[in-house]
């Protein structure tokens, strides 16, 4: 079984950033593929990112795309979300989640997932 705390959250300006940190319990992190999901107050949890266990397989949605990455440091147990130009439409709450298996898309979902962080974007 897998822990996960988020870190990083918090208020800034449009066109600002944030580093979102996800930190992982457990020797097997580096077996898990990481991901990133939000959800904004009356909307359904949206898919942000996944990373494989090695790092070799990327994968953002297209609305944060060039402004978001996704990384990790498997000897950190950390996964990271590099948000820059934020966006008003980016304010949600951040959930880090760990699954056994990557696959390319949105669909992709965790097994395990984290508290969250909020993160709000103000114009």
């Known amino acids: 079984q897998v822990q996960l705390v988020e870190s990083g959250g918090g208020l800034v300006q449009a066109g600002g950033s944030l580093r979102l940190s996800c930190a992982a319990s457990g020797r097997t992190f580096s077996r898990y593929a990481m991901g990133w999901f939000r959800q904004a107050p009356g909307k359904e949890r949206e898919f942000v990112a996944s990373i494989s266990w090695s790092g070799g397989n990327i994968d953002h949605a297209n609305a944060v795309k060039g402004r978001f990455t996704i990384s990790r440091d498997n000897a950190k147990n950390t996964v990271y979300l590099q948000m820059n130009s934020l966006k008003p439409e980016d304010t949600a709450v951040y959930y880090c989640?760990?699954?056994?298996?990557?696959?390319?898309?949105?669909?992709?979902?965790?097994?395990?997932w984290g508290q969250g962080t909020q993160v709000t974007v103000s114009s």
């Open positions: 989640a760990a699954a056994q298996f990557w696959y390319l898309g949105s669909a992709w979902t965790g097994d395990y």
